[in-house]
């Protein structure tokens, strides 16, 4: 009895182990594929459990995230013969699994290694092309972005992707830091001048328009008001004439009232009209009412 349980213990055990290596999983963050004796005979699998033949294939799973590594500093030539050292580093992610598996064995090693070394080819071309003041005047995304283009196509034989690359320093030579920092300040204070310079005439520009609208609406204000006024007179004129033609005599009559009213009356008034004039009909006859 204790034989026959001892190898019923056995058994379970080693179905266990047979179960255990006919069955794998894919994470999502992961990327997998199923070799036999070495040989790719399925290069992608869907994340998820997956079954195998046990002892017989053997699954490689690798990283499918964001790789970021970091170089140590390197030294580059400029256009003008001065050596600049830079750090940088790298950011890559595995886009062709049975690529990446033959051109490095599926070793992250290798594959920064051999990254490493076609990056800085690129940024040894992109630096040699320029002056020490370029380089570091260069705006970042026309720098990695010709970077990127010339590692293109020999970063996709490794199976890889290059996602970015970033300069984190760049040493300058001590006799020539200093006059390179002068001759960008005084680039920075040339385009300062000159934006200086294209603001002042815009605000003259918008000034003399703002000059020019303030007349016409003036002009055009004044132009209205005149018409009104003169509208205004010839209403008035009428609505006398109106009244002239109804009764003349009191229309006259009442007229030289107003006139009396705004002529005499006052301490500072001089009057010089003759006794006889007609200014004075009405106060002549005054037994007309």
């Given at each position: ?66 790789t970021t590594r970091n170089y140590p500093s390197e030294q580059f030539l ?105 001759r960008m300040r005084q680039d920075f204070d040339r385009q300062a001048k ?96």
């Open positions: 009895m204790p034989n026959r349980a001892l190898m019923s213990i056995a058994a379970l055990i080693v179905g266990l182990l047979i179960v255990a290596s006919s069955t794998f999983s894919v994470r999502e963050t992961e990327l997998a594929m199923k070799l036999r004796f070495g040989e790719i005979v399925q290069p992608h699998y869907d994340p998820g459990l997956h079954f195998k033949a046990p002892f017989y294939h053997e699954v490689r799973k690798f990283e499918r995230r964001i400029t256009s003008e013969g001065k050596i600049l050292r830079i750090d940088f580093y790298i950011k890559w992610r595995i886009v062709d699994v049975p690529s990446y598996y033959t051109a490095t064995g599926g070793s992250e090693e290798i594959a920064a290694v051999r990254l490493g070394s076609i990056v800085k080819d690129g940024i040894k071309g992109v630096i040699a092309r320029r002056t020490i003041q370029q380089v570091v005047a260069a705006e970042r995304t026309e720098f990695t972005g010709e970077i990127l283009k010339s590692a293109e196509s020999k970063v996709s034989e490794l199976g890889l992707q290059l996602v970015d690359v970033r300069v984190k320093k760049i040493d300058l030579p001590e006799e020539v830091s200093e006059s390179v920092f002068l000159q934006l200086r310079a294209e603001g002042d005439e815009n605000a003259e520009k918008l000034r003399a328009e703002a000059d020019r609208q303030r007349t016409e609406i003036l002009s055009s204000a004044y132009r209205e008001s005149e018409i009104i006024k003169g509208d205004g007179d010839a209403r008035s004129a009428e609505i006398y004439a109106r009244a002239y033609q109804r009764n003349a005599e009191f229309y006259s009559f009442y007229r030289s009232l107003q006139a009396y009213d705004k002529s005499i009356g006052t301490d500072s008034d001089v009057l010089v009209i003759g006794p006889d004039s007609e200014f004075f009909k009405y106060l002549k006859r005054p037994e007309r009412r």
